[in-house]
């Protein structure tokens, strides 16, 4: 058996290959990836949670090669134990959950001025709800947090997807890998005038706080600075992004489960739950083996690309019975979709709440939202990395 993430087929729905993986080949060596691929639910956990063997030192590097904005340093998720305890320790401050509550209102603020910007965009009562809403708002609630001017947020929302295309340099063209570049670039300028402007001058956002916090008596150099502004940039948008589109690309695999929420709204968190289950917005990660290891019965050699297949860890069934049911009463606790053991998502609350006060809001505004098309005819990003829909136009009628 063969598998190639690369293939465009699997990118558009990967799951029947995770169900043939887990069958036939859960652990599998993968040429276009140089590594291999797991796809079983424990086998993953072990790669998550046993950092000292499954290092995370090249995540990065391997995600965004020559196109890293700040090469020289690199981020908490590309640290091992003990040195990621540091960035961690500094940067997870802002994201209690009772520090995000104060965020509400600006969050709420923030929804709902883009649904407004998405009715007013929209034609025959139809806008994407990819592009006019979902792909704007994360980005416009961590531009927030971090005190970044919000006008920008649609250039930082390109230079973050342009940046995280560079997973997929490999068949790339040179006009692409130029944008790739740019975006690159262009992010490195941006934070470095940022923080030099918030050294000289503090405020109360989460990029002066960085600049001034202490870890056992040291501070964050400029460059780590700006790296960990650059990590939650990426980590806080495209991800959040396509939680919601692939909610409402979903819609017609499970109507009734959007409609018992919407009467409901004490199951709007139950149903995100289910999705991020269902339809894990980061597919896999990267480790790579400090030594000889075996997992699933296959010898792993030193130094050698782990992937853990983290859609598929969802869909075990070992683990999530009926796992291809969307079940919006079912238990999704131990879900492999903001990773597990040390690096577990930091903003996992954040995301979370925001897309609560974002469904809310869609729900209040709108009586009837539905995609256009059913969740095999969207388009869905080229990625083998991230899943959302790439486009996704809806109907609604004003509530
Ligand atoms: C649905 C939304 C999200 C998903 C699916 C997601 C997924 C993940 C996953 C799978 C990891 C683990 C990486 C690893 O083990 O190597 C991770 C780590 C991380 N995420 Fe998220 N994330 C989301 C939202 C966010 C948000 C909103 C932020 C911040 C604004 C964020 C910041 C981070 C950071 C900083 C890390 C690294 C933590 C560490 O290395 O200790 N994420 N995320």
Known sequence: MQFDPMNPDFQQNPYPYYDEL???????????????????????????????????????PILLGEYDPAPEVQPMISLDPPDHLRTRTLA????????????????????DDLVEHAISVSKDNTFDMAWDFAALFPVSVIAEMLGIDRSLRLDFKHWVDNLLAASNRAVYDDARLAEIKHASDSLRAYFSEIVDARTANPGDDMISSFIKAEV???????????NLAILLLIGGTETTTNLLGGLFAGYFDHPEAFEAARADRSLVPKLLEEQLRWQPPVQSLFRHTTREVILGG?????????MPLLGSANRDPEKFPDPNVFDITRDTRGSCTFGQGPHFCMGSFLSKFEAAVAVNKLFDRFKKLEPLQNSEEVRWIDSYFARGPATLPVKFELA
């Open 22 to 60: 887990r069958a036939k080949a859960p652990v599998i060596w993968s040429e276009s990836m140089q590594g291999f691929c797991v796809a079983g639910f424990d086998d993953i956990i072990t790669v998550l949670t046993e950092a000292e063997t499954y290092s995370s030192s090249k995540f990065w």
């Open 92 to 111: 997870q401050k802002a994201f209690l959950p009772r520090e995000l509550k104060k965020l509400e209102e600006k969050i709420g603020q923030i929804s």
């Open 216 to 226: 056992n008596g040291e501070r964050l150099s400029k460059l780590e600075v700006i």
């Open 298 to 306: 296959v010898t792993i050699p030193a130094g050698t690309m782990v």
